[in-house]
């Protein structure tokens, strides 16, 4: 059973930085690719970034240039690093593990219990 475990959000200013992390455990996780996906208040849940497995990323448009996914399969951890942060940025973040190694064929199928984040102004 896999399990997907995040940490790193808290309250941070407007321009400051976070480091997410996500650890699993249950799983293989060097062969599947991996999400970061955040949820603000009565807004539907969007992807962040994503990482193949061998490391080919994609990002929201909303966080180009601002967050850098990366993975250290050694130790079954996907990480997000969260510059220039905007109010806009606060919610929720989730990982997700897919049930592929490449994103644009797969899709998040274990998620992560989320941790928040907030960015005052």
């Known amino acids: 059973q896999v399990h997907l475990v995040e940490s790193g959000g808290g309250l941070v200013q407007a321009g400051g930085s976070l480091n997410l992390s996500c650890t699993a455990s249950g799983v293989i996780f060097s062969i599947n690719a991996m999400g970061w996906y955040r949820q603000a208040p009565g807004s539907q849940r969007e992807l962040v970034a994503e990482i193949a497995s061998y490391g080919d990323t994609n990002y929201a448009e909303s966080v180009k240039g601002r967050f850098t996914i990366s993975r250290d399969n050694a130790k079954n951890t996907v990480y997000l690093q969260m510059n220039s942060l905007k109010p806009e940025d606060t919610a929720v973040y989730y990982c997700?593990?897919?049930?592929?190694?490449?994103?644009?064929?797969?899709?998040?199928?274990?998620w992560g219990q989320g941790t928040q984040v907030t960015v005052s102004s």
């Open positions: 997700a593990q897919y049930n592929g190694g490449y994103f644009y064929t797969s899709s998040p199928d274990s």
